[in-house]
């Protein structure tokens, strides 16, 4: 099956070297080059994926991002600018990008950030369970204690990521390369202050602790 790619870019010679890019290696490729366009073209037909900059006129490529992600939750969004800063980065991704890059990119990097979050999007459980924590991909709810649990879009990749492997130790670096591709930009300090943020929702609310650091190694989810 042909993958669909939207190109949210003003650049028009960086947005059409990014369309022949893509559709060398086989991708359908829609573009747009402001964020009302964008919104319109994902209503008539939702691509898989969105390659979004954040430097639009008009609308911000920040407002697109939560649009896509209130709409559309099924559609990956993988954010494409000059913006570097960490700060930057994290709020991108608390937007609800499922990943971040900064230009200048090296193409074959694109590429498989592109190809790593459609086969990630592939492989996602319908429904996940941890005790009495539940995990639903298609309604991207979260609940324990039959409570529903507010999280954003990568709080909620993390919890994903570890409720998939329940009872296994995950590295700092196993979790950096799955839910942020190992992106240069991010450090594994990022991991730390995500987990932080998961305990605060998901163990303050309950008696029994599901989230468990091991000290030297990283980071498990047990019942």
């Known amino acids: 099956m042909t993958r669909t790619i939207l190109i949210v870019e003003d650049d028009l010679g960086l947005q059409k070297y990014l369309k022949e890019l893509l559709l060398d290696n086989g991708y359908s490729v829609q573009a747009a080059s402001d964020g009302a366009q964008a919104l319109n073209s ?43 800063g960490i700060t930057d980065i994290v709020e991108g991704l608390d937007l609800g990008a499922d990943d971040y890059m900064t230009k200048p990119f090296v193409a074959d990097e694109l590429l498989a950030r592109i190809k790593a979050r459609l086969r990630y999007q592939e492989g996602s459980n319908t ?4 005790g009495d924590l539940e995990l639903d991909n298609s309604t991207l709810e979260v609940k324990r204690q039959g409570k529903l649990i507010q999280l954003t879009p990568q709080e909620f990749k993390l919890l994903q990521y570890l409720m998939s492997n329940q009872g296994r130790i995950l590295t700092r670096e196993m979790i950096l390369n799955r839910v942020w591709l190992y992106s240069p930009d ?38």
């Open 127 to 130: 429904k996940l369970q941890v």
């Open 186 to 223: 991010i450090e594994t300090r990022v991991v730390d202050v995500y987990m932080g943020y998961l305990r605060k929702k998901i163990d303050q609310i309950a008696p029994k602790k599901l989230l468990h650091s091991v000290r030297g190694f990283g980071y498990m989810i047990k019942n």
């Open 42 to 84: 994902i209503q008539k037909l939702p691509p898989d994926l969105v390659l979004l900059d954040l430097g639009l006129p008009n609308m911000s490529g920040e407002s697109v991002c939560m649009e896509i992600r209130k709409k559309y939750p099924s559609v990956r969004v993988v954010i494409l600018t000059a913006k570097d």
